[in-house]
């Protein structure tokens, strides 16, 4: 994945998924993208990482909600704000779960 700091021009969010205990990539993890505005109360995005635990995405201006999940792991939810032509870095160290 291509760092947020190498994304001039570009609006969104990237980050990578580890575990915690071992720093290891988590791939597959579903990443959901959900949008925090009145004008837009249902608008919801999902991908899964790649092999490297990353993901990027291209999104408007605006705060969102950023969840992760992953099986084996506890799940974590972080907000995020995103300004015009900002990439904003959200990375997430999954627990392992119960």
């Known amino acids: 994945m291509t760092p947020a700091s ?4 570009r609006t ?6 580890i ?5 290891a990539p988590v791939p597959g993890a579903a990443v959901e993208i959900l949008a925090v505005s009145p ?6 995005l999902a991908a899964i990482t790649d092999a490297g635990g990353g993901y990027v ?3 408007e201006p ?4 950023v969840a992760v999940s992953a099986a084996g792991h506890a799940p974590a939810t ?3 704000a995103v300004a015009a032509g900002v990439v904003v870095r959200a990375d997430f160290a999954l627990q392992p779960s119960a």
Request: glycine share 16%; net charge neutral.
């Open 78 to 80: 972080r907000r995020i």
């Open 12 to 17: 969104g969010a990237a980050g990578n998924v």
């Open 57 to 59: 995405w291209d999104l």
């Open 6 to 9: 190498e994304m001039p021009g």
């Open 39 to 44: 004008q837009r109360p249902s608008l919801a």
């Open 62 to 65: 605006g705060t969102w909600d």
């Open 19 to 23: 575990t915690a205990a071992t720093g």
